[in-house]
């Protein structure tokens, strides 16, 4: 391993190539965004109508809930809008958005997020640990670390950043509260309890296995390095598999790189990876492959 002195030159050096891909209105996230809440939307009015049979609905709404997290995780780091101030506010929309579709508000979500990324790994500081399993992980131990997931970002919120967060921003948290709560309610008020239930509850469930197990247990498993290159895993596929595993993956096989630059957004993780590849192996990150 480098020393102390050489591990800062890597460190500038990866900052440098780094650099020309942070920054700057992200347009495919705001497409992207859009359109899985345009999906989202027909998709219960599809089945609310009897177009779209219960089962693949619910399939179809689990998977949008996975796809919605990229959405609400570019939001926390403001990477939709970059550097430009102006256009923040659609940043925060798109993020609030995507909060109501995974009953995860934005304010809650970036103070627990925010706090993992400065204590990733940590036992007693990170949030994300709640995810953490001992051994090899199974079907039933993802499914448990779903649901802690889950109750953590209210239970962090409520007992860490509450007591010191600002009272607009209690107010924004409460907003969001309400605004998940209510959409749901009111779609079973308006007498749709059974597509209220499963999609907007069960299928919450499904998708949050999905953004555990690819965004937090296959990229930090075994939780246990800590360090800027050490924590986070980069997943690589031989045999032409990369590409189409990293577009269903929505680029999280590269997770390391948003770890180590997470102003750089998700679609160019790949390209930052390539660029600093060497870099990385020189301070011991750990990268995978599989194939």
């Known amino acids: 391993m480098p020393n102390s002195s050489t591990n800062r030159t890597l460190d500038r050096e990866a900052m440098r190539l780094a650099k020309p891909w942070i920054g700057g209105v992200a347009w495919p996230s705001i497409g992207f965004g859009l359109a899985v809440a345009l999906v989202y939307m027909a998709c219960i009015a ?26 609400l995780h570019e939001a926390v780091h403001a990477n939709i809008s970059g550097s430009g101030r102006p256009i923040r506010w659609f940043n925060e929309a798109m993020g609030y958005g995507a909060g109501v579709i995974m009953a995860i508000p934005l304010t809650i979500h970036r103070a627990t997020h925010l706090a993992h990324h400065r204590k990733t ?4 500081s990170d949030p994300d ?3 953490a399993i001992s051994g090899r992980p199974g079907l039933g ?8 997931s889950i109750t953590k970002q209210y239970t962090f919120y409520w007992q860490v950043a509450w007591p010191t967060t600002s009272r607009p921003e209690r107010m924004r948290a409460g907003a969001e509260i309400f605004v998940i709560v209510a959409g749901r309610v009111g779609l079973a008020a308006a007498g749709f309890p059974l597509e209220a239930l499963v999609l907007t509850v069960a299928a919450n469930v499904l998708g ?19 360090g800027r290159y050490l924590d986070t895993s980069t997943i690589l596929f031989r045999r032409g598999l990369n590409a189409p595993i990293t577009w269903l993956w929505l680029w999280q096989n590269y997770h390391s790189i948003h770890h180590l630059f997470p102003r750089v957004p998700f679609y160019r993780y790949a390209k930052v990876f390539d660029r600093i590849r060497d870099l990385m192996v020189k301070q011991g990150a750990p990268i995978r492959e599989i194939g």
């Open 208 to 226: 949050n296995l999905l953004i555990v197990t690819f965004f937090a247990v296959a990229v930090h498993y075994p939780n246990t390095g800590q």
């Open 141 to 148: 131990s993802l499914f448990v670390a779903s649901l802690r």
């Open 46 to 71: 599809a089945a609310a109508s009897g177009r779209l049979g219960m089962t693949p609905a619910f399939l179809l709404c689990g998977v949008l809930v996975y796809a919605s997290y990229t959405i």
């Open 121 to 124: 790994n940590d036992p007693e």
């Open 129 to 131: 640990m709640v995810m």
